[in-house]
């Protein structure tokens, strides 16, 4: 059966709303006024009717329904680029910085490798040539260039450590504020969605079937003729052609009217013959 589907009623909310229907039927013996299901309309009739009518029903909630999917989109919405570059009014000063960053960051990283390698170098050479005899004069020398660079050595890794935590500290800190807006945006499109499913419910869905229960004019089991409803109720099923009664006689249409040809008097003939 072909269904009707709400002009503002977006493709990825029907199911929600066939949801929300479905929960409303499975609960109404729970609820007085709808207490008559299975007396005229079965759940099944009453499913049907309200998708032929998802259009009236989600009217009675739309502006819920506007403020959820604009909440939605704001929420799915990708960062501005023009907010972006307002933050930062000089590329020219950021690159730079950028390099800066870059270059302090490859220092600090080779500089204890390069000083550990030269202290180590510096005091095995120093050591080796004070075990000759005699010593050379500068075996004093590459020793204390090596304690020198292993002094370096460990100043480097000092600085490294703290340059590291530094940098945790600060991503860190730059990193919260964008959770705590992304939990704002998705607590308030919770909230517009429980606001939207409510007014569905009680704004459009309830009145719906208590409407379509008290009508009599809808009645699905007349064996007379497919019945058809009035009002704001939809019919169920497919209706059929509308039959006379057999008392009424056919009705008379009126008869088509004919015109004699017109014929020529034995006078008039061809071309070839002309009149004496």
Aim: a negative charge.
């Amino acid at each position: 059966m072909h269904m009707n589907s709400a002009p503002h009623l977006l493709t990825e909310d029907r199911p929600e709303f066939e949801r929300i229907l479905d929960d409303a039927l499975r609960h109404a013996h729970d609820r007085p006024d709808l207490a008559s299901v299975g007396e005229r309309l079965n759940l099944e009739q009453l499913r049907t009717m309200a998708l032929n009518a998802t259009a009236l029903i989600t009217a009675a909630a739309a502006a819920e329904y506007d403020h959820y999917v604009k909440a939605r989109d704001e929420l799915r919405a990708p960062e501005d680029p023009l907010s972006t570059r307002d933050s930062d009014p000089d590329p020219m000063t950021d690159a730079a910085a950028g390099s800066g960053a870059g270059v302090a960051a490859v220092v600090t990283v080779l500089a204890p490798v390069l000083a550990g390698a030269s202290a180590a170098i510096f005091l095995i050479v120093g050591y080796l040539l004070q075990m000759l005899s005699p010593a050379p004069v500068f075996a004093d020398t590459l020793v204390a260039a090596g304690w020198f660079f292993g002094a370096v050595t460990a100043a480097s890794i000092l600085v490294a450590a703290v340059a590291l935590l530094i940098a945790a500290l600060r991503n860190s800190s730059t990193q919260e504020p964008a959770v705590d807006e992304e939990e704002g945006l998705t607590e308030e499109v919770s909230r517009a969605r429980e606001a939207w499913r409510h007014a569905l419910l009680e704004r459009g869905l309830l009145p719906f079937l208590r409407d379509a229960l008290a009508d009599p004019s809808v009645d699905p089991t007349s064996n007379r003729k497919p019945y058809r409803s009035s009002g704001r109720i939809p019919k169920v099923g497919y209706s059929g052609p509308d039959f006379a009664s057999p008392n009424e006689g056919p009705v008379a249409g009126p008869r088509p009217t004919f015109t004699s040809p017109d014929f020529t008097s034995p006078d008039y003939g061809g071309p070839e013959h002309q009149p004496e």
